[in-house]
Nanobody
Framework: QVHVVESGGGLVQVGGSLRLSCAAS????????MGWYRQAPGNQRELVAT???????FYADSVKGRFTISRDNTKNTVYLQMNSLRPEDTAVYYC????????WGQGTQVTVSS
């Protein structure tokens, strides 16, 4: 069993910043890809960013240049630094961890107010 827990969401004004964290624990062998996804009301869940164990990253076009994903392999933790936040970034953000299976956290709410 693998447990995934996100933290760091909240309410922020347009142009502000937030840093999300996600920690994986439990029966972990070796985590390959870790990623962040988000889902706004009425929308499908969408990819935000991913990072491999070696540090290769991928970003959705909508967040390039504003968000930065990073990870600490010693702590099985992934981070998402979000800058220059916009109202359209408002969503529940989910962490995904791939280690002998794909595991999701329960999500953390990010609300950007104008």
């Amino acid at each position: 069993q693998v447990h995934v827990v996100e933290s760091g969401g909240g309410l922020v004004q347009v142009g502000g910043s937030l840093r999300l964290s996600c920690a994986a624990s439990g029966n972990i062998f070796s985590i390959n890809v870790m990623g962040w996804y988000r889902q706004a009301p009425g929308n499908q869940r969408e990819l935000v960013a991913t990072i491999t164990r070696g540090g290769s990253t991928f970003y959705a076009d909508s967040v390039k240049g504003r968000f930065t994903i990073s990870r600490d392999n010693t702590k099985n933790t992934v981070y998402l630094q979000m800058n220059s936040l916009r109202p359209e970034d408002t969503a529940v953000y989910y962490c995904n961890v791939n280690t002998r299976g794909s595991y999701w956290g329960q999500g953390t709410q990010v609300t950007v107010s104008s």
